[in-house]
């Protein structure tokens, strides 16, 4: 199962290795950008067997607006630490995390490195990217 959650991550591993500028320095979450999610969704054979788990940490109010496509679970950045185990992933899982903008994600994405999972990416941008590249939202009102 690793196995072929790494051949479908390639993209991501690849693209998040040695990125880190500004803020995300800072925190040492590895920032992925909304086109390489994108390319990992695509090459996967279904969004189900997509190689990583897809949380959305903004509020169940702005979840139901809409949702990237593949997305596992929502829990708001607040309530990460308490229900982290709601994701389903072992510490070497590797965990994609976004928000509307990518500062909250951020923030989760550093709290679930302090709990000890070793594979966590933020989402550059997060949904505001997502949408300004033109891609879609799964169900909600958008």
């Given at each position: 199962?690793?196995?072929?959650?790494?051949?479908?991550?390639?993209?991501?591993?690849?693209?998040?290795?040695?990125?880190?500028s500004g803020p995300a320095a800072?925190?040492?979450?590895?920032q992925l950008s909304v086109q390489?999610?994108?390319?990992?969704?695509?090459?996967?054979?279904?969004?189900?067997?997509?190689?990583?788990?897809?949380?959305?940490?903004?509020?169940?109010?702005?979840?139901?607006?809409?949702?990237?496509?593949?997305?596992?679970?929502?829990?708001?950045?607040?309530?990460?630490?308490?229900?982290?185990?709601?994701i389903g992933a072992g510490l070497?899982?590797?965990?994609?995390?976004?928000?509307?903008?990518?500062?909250?994600?951020?923030?989760?994405?550093?709290?679930?490195?302090?709990?000890?999972?070793?594979?966590?990416?933020?989402?550059?941008?997060?949904?505001?990217?997502?949408?300004?590249?033109?891609?879609?939202?799964?169900?909600?009102?958008?």
């Amino acid at each position: 199962m690793k196995l072929r959650w790494l051949s479908y991550l390639g993209v991501l591993v690849i693209a998040a290795a040695g990125v880190a500028s500004g803020p995300a320095a800072a925190s040492h979450v590895r920032q992925l950008s909304v086109q390489e999610v994108k390319a990992a969704l695509d090459k996967a054979p279904s969004l189900r067997e997509k190689g990583f788990f897809l949380v959305d940490v903004r509020t169940a109010e702005e979840h139901d607006t809409g949702a990237i496509p593949g997305t596992d679970v929502n829990i708001e950045f607040r309530e990460i630490a308490k229900r982290h185990k709601e994701i389903g992933a072992g510490l070497d899982d590797h965990i994609v995390v976004y928000c509307q903008s990518g500062k909250r994600s951020n923030i989760a994405a550093d709290t679930l490195t302090e709990l000890g999972y070793t594979n966590v990416y933020n989402i550059r941008g997060s949904v505001n990217a997502w949408l300004q590249a033109g891609y879609p939202l799964a169900g909600g009102r958008r």
